[in-house]
């Protein structure tokens, strides 16, 4: 029992037309006149000459009036019944009621939804809905063109009727030949029992067909089974290289890793390479350029040196004489020795001399210097070069120790 069918349960009476005021704390203790009376009420609902036994004081009369009424609704309404929950009179005989109440209540709201379309359509009759009736139209046009068209044709042939109607007359009273009937009825049995031996082949053929289909699809099930065997021996069984297999691949792998850290090498070593020349070509620009700074110095210094020689020459050239007071002064000065022009001329040409030897001797030395610096850079360079491809080769050929034709 559940509040569900109480409360459907007491709303179907109520909407039913049951006099009596049913509330749902009637059925929580046995009740049996309450259910008596429930049940005396639906079976005159649903046929009002039934005569059911209404005496229910003694056990017998209870036990004869539920059978009663379980009989009437199983023979009229064909629905059965539980006489035991019945009988019980609480919340599980208001289940078995239900069921009785449920068909009530369904007949009552189909009569009133019949009503409710049968004045809908009283009121419907004199409503007329073009819109709705467009698609009639179209029918009702299409309809009109077929009859049309079958009349004529109908019309064409009524008019071929004079001529059928002998030829049907001449056909109808012409008499028949047994010969050439019996001859007609034997070839259409024969055609008959021809395609009967036919459909009996083809119905053999198609029980032989369905044998060989089942042997072959035996034989595809046991070759099936016998390679999943074969299957699971070979993925159970390992393989008698399998070994040799593994040792390889370790060794593979402990080259590849050798083969990775000498590469990583040789990379590092090629880049210590570039920066080492690169170094050495910005250390010979450097000598290059103070090289060249100095012999640009040496040049000025020459021609400063030429300049001053030249302006004391001009200076020795450009001496004044005095007259008057000179030559009282010469009376009374002691003579001294001057220098003569060709001395002047030699002194000149000894230090311009000196001084190109001096520049001379410069210019030598930076040109050894250079000279030096420039085969130190080579041998230097050779030796790094020499280094460089003893390690690429130590690198590619691990084993040897030099490459070919050197000891």
Known sequence: MSFRDLRNFTEMMRALGYPRLISMENFRTPNFTLVAEILIWLVKRYEPQMDIPTDVDTESDRIFFIKAVAQFMATKAHIKLNTKRLYQADGYAVK????????????MKTKQMALGDRSEEDNSKFKFDLGSRISDLKTARQLASEVTAKGASLFDLLGKEVDLREMRTAAIARPLEINETEKALRAAIKEVLESVEKTKDMLGNVVSDET????KIEKKKQELERNRKRLQT???VRPAFMDEYEKIEEDLQKQYETFVE??????????QLDE???LEQERFEEAENTLRMMQHKLREEERDLMKSSL????????????????????DIRPSKPRPTRNGIMKEERGLLGT???????????????????????????????RIWRMTAWR????????PPGRA
């Open 96 to 107: 078995e009621m239900l069921k009785i109440t449920s068909v009530l209540y369904s007949a």
């Open 212 to 215: 060989s289909l089942d042997n």
């Open 234 to 236: 070979l993925q159970s």
């Open 262 to 271: 000498k590469f990583r090498n040789l990379c590092f070593l090629e880049s």
């Open 276 to 278: 080492y020349h690169r």
């Open 311 to 330: 302006k004391d020459e001009d200076s020795d050239m450009d001496v004044p004489e005095d007259e008057g007071s000179d030559s009282d002064m010469e």
């Open 355 to 385: 001084c190109r030897a001096v520049i001379v001797m410069r210019l030598k030395t930076a040109r050894s210097m250079w000279t030096r610096m420039t085969r130190k850079m080579k041998k230097e360079r050779r030796r790094r070069a």
């Open 395 to 402: 690198a590619q050929c691990p084993g040897v120790l030099g």
